[in-house]
């Protein structure tokens, strides 16, 4: 019988979380008592579809993530890895420790889950790691509430229909040979400046259908100060 391909997890804790403006990058922060790093690991170790784990670190904090991880007793952590100047790098981190392991092939499944989305639910990460039996590209996404337009200088250009709008989240899961293939494209054009990985495939493999699967409301990206309460209360509920 042929071998179920793996699932691999990558935590991007790689950024240095400007916006939240706080000492040391914002996955170091603690909500809850406990950092929001430590959240994250917790929720992929606790995952039964979860094979291993790969830690992309913001460069000058390796030590902190070893601590964080002793503490969570994550067993599925394989390596901790330099992250790189942007999100997108850090994405390429995580593809490149991968395809060096052994038994890692192309059809392996990569999660790629931002740290700050440190409420990720065990249902969102097992659904996007199922839907990659049936496709290459999958994210989580959540319908927009709010109107969302398009602005220049100032002034409102566009409003796109809201019914065909969509707020995406991690994980995003990809086969690696797919994510790793786009992102190489990626790297030789200078003026794409991607945000997530779903538009890597996007524009590089506009063939290959990117789906989606429900996200939630509860899985917010801490970036600001004032999402760290916000964490905090969802947690106690
Ligand atoms: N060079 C980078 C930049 C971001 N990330 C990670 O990608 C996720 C989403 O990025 P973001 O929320 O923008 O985090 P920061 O880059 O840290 O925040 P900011 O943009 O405010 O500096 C975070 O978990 C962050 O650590 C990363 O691994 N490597
Ligand atoms: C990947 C992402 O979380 C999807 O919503 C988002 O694009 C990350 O953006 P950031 O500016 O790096 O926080």
Redesign the pocket.
Known sequence: MPETPPVIAAVLAG?QGSRMGAAVPKQLLEVAGKPILQHTLEAFEASVVVDRIVLVMAEGHHEAAHAIAKAANVTKLSAVVDGGAT?ADSSVAAIRWAQAQPGVGADAKLLLH?A??MLVTGRIIADVAAALDECAAITAAIPSSDTIVEVEDGRITAVPDRARLA????PQGFHLGLISAAHAEAAADPHFTP??DCSVVLRFRPDVPVRTVAGSMRNL?V?EPADLAVAEALLRQ
């Open positions: 950024g999100r931002d700050a989305r707020r995406v989240q991690t945000t997530d990206k970036t």
